[in-house]
């Protein structure tokens, strides 16, 4: 990058701040020196997001379903019915579901078969759609979902939409021994699915860039938020480290960021309006049925008529079937107008902001991880909403401050 298209940037980004007040950046040593970037490997000019209040078209809330020793997938008999359970996913329910259904429908289908096999799905957010899909691919006769909320009602439908796939999935201390491998063949069979909705009509998956902003070294930061974390969660990421691309450092003057380190990867995204509703169509066109209904009880599951039963209900699960193992986490997140130039994210301190085909996503999370823990409430937070978007302006005005410094 120039010094010419650096300043440009700048300026643009700078453009944003006019609701912001003069912040001044924090006084510290000079910028690392980094490598410089190869010319294919550039920062481009990244387009600036309209951070006003004004602009914030919806609030929304999500209960992430938590169990310490990582999502439910077993099996058991309710009456006559072979019900396999697939839920507690926490944070990871999108990531992981492909890799989880696929283990749900072994579960279900084995010692069957699967022609001659008609399999019940109860809910139809991340985990059931993907595991009536699932069923579908493997050969199941019919493949009927049965749920309360439509799709794009569910809380699913509420969630940030990044690849995370260890994301609050389990505890360290109580996650049985062979869990970490479970959650490896998951996420890697996930990645693979994933792949196949690259490049679709809507982008519903696609890869976009990742800015990480800190003024502590980025590593150190993410060490203290696991040393000071007081729930123990469990991270895996270091098993498929090969399949996401490396963060990299930029060095100073390549990117308009005032913070003392600035850190960039490519991530997997889903744009879940769009990705829901594929999997929906897919899920239709190849025979499948959505029917609503609502169950207050397991025995209820007596009146449907398919012998095998694949029960991913989230966070509903705990009255359905009285799980006290799922502990609540509660998440919001800010919408801003989609802006099409707008497809990056960024993560600075507490701020995590993504930019979709849907919405822009702002999430503040005042206590890093542990936000939101054990709190089922899905009031909104409006002022919450506006801090997030005045953190971000404030941002942009260190950008001003830094450029004209």
């Given amino acids: 990058m120039t010094r010419r298209d650096f300043l440009q940037q700048s300026s643009a980004l700078a453009s944003a701040t006019a609701l912001a007040g003069c912040v001044h950046p924090p006084a510290h040593s000079p910028a ?64 992981l579901s492909w890799g989880s259904g696929t283990l749900a429908v072994d579960l279900a289908l084995a010692g069957r078969d699967p022609s001659t096999t008609e399999v019940a799905v109860v809910g139809c957010g991340a ?25 794009s009602e569910t809380r699913s439908f509420r969630a940030t939409g990044s690849w995370t796939p260890d994301s609050r999935i389990a505890l360290t201390r109580a996650a049985a021994p062979g869990f970490a491998a479970q959650w490896e063949q998951m996420a890697r069979t996930s990645w693979h699915y994933y792949q196949s ?52 450092d930029l060095p100073a003057g390549s990117h308009p960021f005032p913070t003392r380190w600035a850190r960039r990867r490519s991530d997997l995204m889903f744009n879940i309006t769009a990705y829901a509703h594929q999997l929906t169509e897919d899920f239709q066109l190849n025979g499948g049925r959505i029917v609503h209904r609502e169950f207050h009880a397991p025995s209820e599951f007596a009146q449907l008529p398919e012998p095998v039963i694949l029960h991913s209900t989230g966070y509903a699960a705990r009255e359905l079937f009285t799980d006290q193992s799922l502990t609540p986490v509660r998440g ?34 005042a206590q890093g991880e542990v936000s939101g823990w054990n709190d089922a409430t899905e009031t909104v937070d409006h002022e919450e909403a506006v801090a997030g978007v005045r953190q971000l302006q404030a941002l942009y005005a260190r950008m001003a401050e830094a450029r004209r410094g």
């Fill in 332 to 365: 919001q997140i800010a919408w801003l107008i989609p802006q099409p130039e707008v497809n990056y994210g960024l993560l600075f301190d507490n701020l995590n902001i993504l930019g979709r085909r849907d919405g822009i996503v702002v999430q503040l999370s």
């Fill in 127 to 151: 985990l059931g759609l993907t595991s009536a899909i699932v069923a579908q691919r493997a050969g199941a006769r019919s493949v009927t979902i049965y749920a309360r909320d439509r799709p």
């Fill in 197 to 248: 909705f690259l490049g679709l009509p809507g982008e519903p998956v696609e890869f976009t860039e990742r800015y990480v902003l800190s003024d502590p070294h980025p590593t150190a930061a993410e060490q203290k938020i696991r040393d000071d974390d007081p729930i123990g969660f469990a991270y895996y990421m270091d098993r498929i480290r090969d399949l996401n691309p490396r963060f990299e």
């Fill in 32 to 95: 690392p020196t980094v490598p410089a970037l190869p010319f294919y490997d550039r920062v481009p000019t990244l387009s600036p997001i309209r951070a006003r209040e004004d602009r914030l078209f919806k609030i929304t809330v999500c209960t992430r379903p938590f169990r310490a020793e990582g999502p439910r997938i077993e099996a058991e008999r309710v009456g006559d019915k072979l019900v396999v359970h697939n839920y507690g996913h926490g944070g990871s329910g999108w990531s």
